[in-house]
């Protein structure tokens, strides 16, 4: 049945609605937008000088989770709302582990998920035996107390910065027994029939660049990732960079260029899932801040300096 015009228009304009509501809650967060230069991201709020990183909102931009490590202290997570029309304070994420420490959470394109990575024991046992992915479920009463992920993730002692695709592909970081942790690289497990099956490491285009490869970022309709790695050819200690998906097989990765990266740690990247900004961790050992940058026209400058090359 051929779909009236009025309808169409009716759908466009809701999805233009809601795209720019979740726009204007991130501006509520932060009036300060940034164009060609990254910003410190809610600086003072979020962005406190400690060591803040890996932040992942909601698809309406009205939920917000990252991570804090304040002096002396181990990672935690903390998350905002919007409530009455305003942002609330951050606080502890409700999972808050009791033992051990929790970092790093994504929420799935749909919203559907939420997941993070904890050192906290394992249902039945009473000591951590590594760093897992848990994940809590989006009910209608809120978000469901978190769970691990089973086999085959549970055969991994370290999982770390998972993140997800539209089909619930996830794209994370491990390694082998026996691996230093410069030399653990990105690996994925595809959904296969309502199942994850098998983890696989990826290509040597993706992970034959440098050291310390980590904290992926997968597109949500897995067109591109971005990661953070350490080579002698880059701008500082670690650099963001971009591989873009062609027709299944991973291009060699691009340096996001000198606006994101410097002399310092770049890490830990987000985007946006109206690919509009792109968010990222920038630092130094001892603290750093969530920066936020306009992100199409850096990824569209750099797909087509590929295609030209």
Same mark, same amino acid.
């Given at each position: 049945m051929k779909v009236p015009y009025f309808t169409f228009l009716f759908f466009a304009f809701l999805s233009f609605s809601c795209k720019k509501g979740a726009t204007s809650n991130l501006m509520l967060l932060d009036a300060n937008i940034p164009t060609n !230069? #990254?910003?410190v991201f809610g600086e003072g709020i979020i962005s406190t000088h400690s060591y803040e990183f890996a932040i992942t909102f909601t698809p309406e931009m009205d939920e917000l989770y990252f991570t804090r490590r !304040? #002096?002396?202290?181990?990672?935690k997570i903390y998350t905002m709302k919007m409530v009455d029309g305003k942002w609330s304070n951050p606080e502890p994420a409700f999972f808050t582990a009791t033992e051990g420490w929790d970092f790093e959470p994504h929420i799935s394109p749909k919203g559907d998920k939420l997941y993070f990575g904890s050192t906290r024991p394992l249902p039945d046992s009473l000591k951590s035996n590594g760093l897992h992915q848990w994940y809590s479920t989006k009910t209608q009463n809120g978000w469901s107390n978190p769970v691990p992920l089973e086999h085959p993730f549970m055969d991994k002692f370290i999982i770390m910065y998972l993140t997800s695709s539209e089909n619930e592909n996830l794209y994370f970081t491990t390694g082998e027994k026996g691996d230093k942790p410069e030399d653990w690289v990105i690996y994925n497990s595809e959904k296969e029939e309502g199942q994850y099956k098998s983890i696989d490491?990826?290509?040597n285009a993706i992970n034959g660049t440098g050291k310390w490869v980590a904290h992926s970022y997968i597109a949500p309709d897995e067109s591109y990732l971005i990661y953070d790695y350490k080579s002698d050819l880059g701008f500082g200690e670690s650099d963001l960079?971009?591989?873009?998906?062609k027709n299944g097989t991973w291009t060699k990765p691009y340096n996001l260029g000198p606006k994101v990266n410097t002399e310092?740690?770049?890490m830990a990247a987000n985007v946006s899932l109206d690919g509009k900004y792109l968010f990222f961790h920038r630092g130094n050992e001892n603290e750093g801040n969530i920066y936020w940058l306009e992100f199409e026209p850096i990824k569209e400058k750099i797909k087509n300096d590929v295609g030209n090359r």
């Open positions: !230069k #990254p910003l !304040k #002096p002396e202290e181990d990672n490491r990826m290509s960079y971009i591989s873009f998906n310092q740690t770049e």
